[in-house]
């Protein structure tokens, strides 16, 4: 009764905010920087044996994820989490599933040093780039050349070029109530109903708050999410909230990928964060309302 009454509580304090908006069609961006990250983040060189690039666990013609339940790095090692899609991620609050990175600049360090995906350090990546066609590259735009920082913000520049803009649900938003579906409104409206909005709102509809995973009902999970980072005990199993954006192309789900149907997650996150029933015939109308925030991908056209 006491979890039921702070849901009630939680849905009404948020409710004001309870808001989804269109992805602009573009954004303001550095087109040389951007040029330059793409083929960084498309070029292996950044790992340490030259086997692993950004584009090895985010495949940007698709839904911008790999569709592991986790990802294999350098050596087949294979990783802890759920890669999340680079798509639309510039409209994060934070980046990673514990938010550990505060701007896609700083996630862009995480996967190069990181030992189980590229396994490199930026005083060996450096000189081994000066030795490349990067050397002059860089220098036509940073007047400091090759260093870690001009890396990591020539590809998140890039990265802010990876969104997916025009989706019908945008089309809906934006006056053209012919862009979805009667079913898709309808499970809309269930979509809000049922409280999945008090989390999944905004641009990205998430990826702009925490959460705990499993506030009504303990969902079994061994990640602690954002406590590893701050040891705080009311962190325990607290991630970032996932963008529904393109979420049909994104399986499997949740920060540990333990499932693969659309279906299930719609059932899963009913119960673990709601604690409410849902019908066979709700879920279907909910999960055909996700199917409408399919956006386009614009690969290369930055």
């Given at each position: 009764?006491i979890?039921?009454?702070?849901?009630?509580i939680f849905?009404s304090?948020?409710?004001?905010?309870n808001?989804?908006?269109?992805?602009?069609n573009?954004?303001?961006?550095?087109k040389?920087?951007?040029?330059?990250?793409?083929?960084l983040?498309?070029d292996t060189?950044?790992?340490?044996?030259?086997?692993?690039?950004?584009?090895?666990?985010?495949?940007?013609?698709?839904g911008?994820?790999?569709?592991?339940?986790?990802?294999?790095g350098?050596n087949?090692l294979?990783?802890?989490l759920?890669?999340?899609?680079?798509?639309?991620?510039?409209?994060?609050?934070r980046?990673?599933?514990?938010g550990?990175?505060?701007?896609?600049q700083?996630?862009?360090?995480g996967?190069?040093e990181?030992?189980?995906?590229?396994?490199?350090?930026?005083k060996?990546l450096?000189?081994k780039l000066?030795q490349?066609?990067?050397?002059?590259?860089?220098?036509?735009?940073?007047?400091?050349?090759?260093?870690?920082?001009?890396i990591?913000d020539?590809?998140?520049?890039?990265e802010?070029?990876?969104?997916t803009?025009?989706?019908?649900?945008?089309?809906?938003?934006?006056g053209?109530k012919?862009?979805?579906?009667k079913?898709?409104?309808?499970?809309?409206e269930l979509?809000?109903e049922?409280g999945?909005?008090?989390?999944h709102?905004g641009?990205?509809i998430g990826?702009?708050?925490y959460?705990?995973?499993g506030?009504?009902?303990?969902?079994?999970?061994k990640n602690?999410g954002?406590?590893?980072?701050?040891k705080n005990?009311?962190?325990?199993?607290?991630?970032k909230?996932?963008?529904l954006?393109?979420?049909?192309?994104?399986?499997p789900?949740?920060h540990?990928g333990r499932?693969s149907?659309?279906?299930?997650v719609?059932?899963?996150?009913?119960?673990?964060?709601?604690g409410?029933?849902i019908?066979?015939?709700?879920v279907f109308?909910?999960?055909?309302?996700?199917?409408?925030l399919n956006?386009?991908?614009?690969v290369?056209?930055?």
């Amino acid at each position: 009764m006491i979890k039921f009454t702070l849901l009630l509580i939680f849905l009404s304090i948020t409710a004001f905010s309870n808001t989804i908006t269109p992805i602009p069609n573009h954004l303001k961006i550095n087109k040389e920087k951007a040029q330059l990250g793409k083929l960084l983040f498309n070029d292996t060189r950044l790992s340490r044996n030259d086997t692993i690039s950004c584009a090895s666990c985010h495949f940007l013609k698709e839904g911008g994820d790999d569709n592991l339940k986790v990802s294999i790095g350098i050596n087949g090692l294979k990783g802890e989490l759920n890669a999340p899609t680079v798509l639309n991620s510039v409209f994060n609050f934070r980046q990673f599933w514990d938010g550990r990175a505060k701007t896609l600049q700083e996630q862009v360090l995480g996967p190069i040093e990181n030992p189980v995906e590229m396994d490199n350090d930026f005083k060996i990546l450096v000189p081994k780039l000066k030795q490349t066609e990067y050397k002059q590259l860089f220098l036509n735009i940073y007047k400091e050349g090759i260093t870690k920082e001009s890396i990591s913000d020539a590809i998140s520049e890039y990265e802010k070029t990876l969104i997916t803009p025009n989706s019908p649900f945008d089309r809906y938003l934006r006056g053209d109530k012919n862009a979805i579906t009667k079913i898709q409104k309808e499970g809309y409206e269930l979509f809000k109903e049922k409280g999945c909005i008090s989390c999944h709102h905004g641009i990205n509809i998430g990826g702009n708050l925490y959460s705990k995973f499993g506030v009504m009902i303990n969902p079994d999970i061994k990640n602690l999410g954002k406590f590893n980072l701050t040891k705080n005990e009311n962190d325990k199993y607290s991630f970032k909230v996932p963008s529904l954006r393109n979420i049909e192309k994104t399986p499997p789900y949740f920060h540990d990928g333990r499932v693969s149907d659309l279906n299930e997650v719609v059932k899963l996150m009913t119960l673990y964060q709601l604690g409410r029933d849902i019908s066979d015939a709700e879920v279907f109308k909910i999960v055909e309302f996700l199917k409408s925030l399919n956006g386009e991908i614009k690969v290369g056209k930055e």
